[in-house]
């Protein structure tokens, strides 16, 4: 059988649909989890040579420090902001949870990273159609002076749901960072 050229085409286009179409789109917890990882990671991963350019230890003055500690603390508020309701993005501003990675990272002169962000339950929330999740947060403290790397391991939990067709947390409980949590 000989196929002509549109013919050929037709086939090929076809095909092509057919496999988009069984291309699986991610699942809400799976996109809940790329959310949540990427607010961590705007959250918590920061360095000690980010702060003052890498200077921080040179600053003289309390208010130079300052200075420097508030450009960090507005960075991060940044960085989380497009990830959360704005209702929540004012509660992270209010109660400075930016501050509590910058103060782990001046305290312990070191690094943190995201190792892993895993999902451990998600379930819709029958009363206001919100998705609500548990989850598992790992972090990683990175020192670069011959002390061996700490993981800080960390429960939580989230709330999301759409603002203009946009999901967005709405609630995140991971008890944050604190003195008691550092190595």
């Avoid at 429960?155 to 067709?165: E, H, N």
Wanted: overall charge negative; some cysteine.
């Amino acid at each position: 059988m000989k196929l002509k050229i549109g013919n050929f085409s037709l086939l090929v286009l076809l095909i092509a649909s057919i496999l988009t179409g069984c291309q699986t789109q991610p699942s809400l917890e799976e996109e809940a989890a790329s959310l949540l990882f990427s607010l961590k990671k705007a959250q918590y991963e920061y360095s000690y040579s980010q702060l003052a350019d890498g200077r921080y230890e040179q600053l003289a003055s309390s208010a130079e420090k300052g200075e420097a500690y508030f450009l960090a603390l507005q960075a991060i508020s940044e960085k989380v902001k497009p990830f959360l309701h704005q209702k929540e993005y004012d509660k992270f501003l209010k109660n400075r949870v930016a501050g509590m990675t910058i103060e782990a990272v001046i305290r312990e002169k070191c690094e943190i990273r995201v190792k892993d962000v895993r999902m451990d339950e998600f379930f819709q929330d029958e009363t206001n159609g919100s998705y609500i999740g548990h989850y598992t947060l790992e972090l990683q403290f990175l020192y670069g002076n011959g002390l061996p790397d700490q993981t800080l391991v960390k429960k939580g939990q989230i709330t999301m749901s759409q603002v203009d067709g946009v999901w967005k947390l709405e609630r995140d409980w991971d008890g944050y960072l604190k003195e008691s949590d550092l190595p």
